[in-house]
């Protein structure tokens, strides 16, 4: 059979099990969505952020791109930024990298072309940015902390966008999470928070949970 057709398959067998347990379940979702989170994570196909969280179809709004970046010109992350904030009115936005990122350790080392390496100048302002503490480090040690450093300078990013600033000013419960996801034992292990009382230019640097 060919490799696609399972994925058919399978969703037949989801659908089936979810009546099962609730014949209201799909029921439910038309009537629309009220997430309580925004995702902002890799694309990387190890992480799925609804499955490692265990969360259910309309639990979580989620933008992924290659290395989770941030860049307040990409009118597609912004789009999705400002929907979940706006309109959905989510009361936290997480931010997470994760264990051995391919766009990351491409950052660091190059080795790719084209598009990747073009979105990936936002990634290589973090190498730059922290160029001195990763020097520092024994080699085998620098790519995951970049990845720290990366969810670091893209959750303060993120803070200083419009939409954001507008939602902290206008009193909006709103929390920034950084986060990482180890996929040796799998688990997230939390880096740092935002919100509006957070004096940006004292946000410190995350301690290191991945190395
Ligand atoms: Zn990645």
Same mark, same amino acid.
């Given at each position: 059979?060919?490799?696609?057709?399972?994925l058919?398959l399978a969703?037949k067998? +989801?659908?089936?099990?979810?009546l099962?347990?609730?014949?209201d379940?799909?029921t439910?979702?038309? !009537?629309?969505?009220?997430?309580?989170?925004l995702w902002?994570?890799c694309?990387?196909s190890?992480?799925?952020?609804d499955?490692?969280?265990n969360?259910e179809p309309?639990?979580?709004?989620?933008h992924?791109?290659?290395?989770n970046?941030?860049d307040?010109?990409?009118q597609?992350l912004m789009?999705v930024?400002q929907?979940?904030?706006e309109?959905?009115k989510v009361?936290?936005i997480?931010?997470c990298?994760?264990?051995?990122?391919g766009?990351?350790?491409?950052?660091l080392?190059?080795?790719?072309d084209?598009h990747v390496?073009? +979105?990936?100048a936002?990634a290589?302002?973090v !190498?730059d940015?922290h160029r001195?503490?990763l020097?520092?480090?024994?080699e085998d040690?620098?790519?995951?902390?970049?990845?720290?450093?990366?969810?670091?300078?893209?959750? =303060?990013?993120?803070?200083?966008?419009?939409? =954001?600033?507008?939602?902290?000013a206008?009193?909006?419960?709103?929390?920034l999470h950084? +986060? !990482?996801?180890?996929?040796r034992d799998?688990?997230?292990?939390p880096?740092?928070?935002?919100?509006?009382?957070?004096?940006l230019?004292?946000?410190t640097?995350?301690?290191?949970?991945?190395v």
């Open positions: 059979m060919r490799e696609y057709k399972h058919l969703n067998a +989801w659908a089936a099990e979810r099962e347990e609730n014949p379940y799909f439910r979702q038309i !009537v629309g969505q009220q997430p309580e989170f902002i994570g694309s990387d190890r992480v799925a952020p499955q490692l969280t969360t309309g639990g979580m709004f989620i992924r791109n290659i290395a970046l941030v307040p010109g990409d597609n789009s930024v929907f979940a904030v309109v959905l009361g936290h997480i931010v990298g994760h264990y051995a990122c766009g990351i350790q491409a950052a080392e190059g080795g790719v084209g390496h073009d +979105w990936l936002i290589r302002n !190498v940015n001195d503490e020097d520092a480090l024994p040690q620098r790519a995951n902390r970049l990845v720290e450093l990366n969810v670091h300078d893209q959750l =303060v990013q993120l803070a200083r966008t419009d939409v =954001v600033q507008k939602a902290f206008a009193g909006q419960p709103l929390e950084g +986060w !990482v996801y180890d996929l799998g688990l997230l292990k880096l740092m928070e935002i919100d509006a009382n957070t004096p230019e004292a946000v640097k995350p301690e290191k949970v991945l």
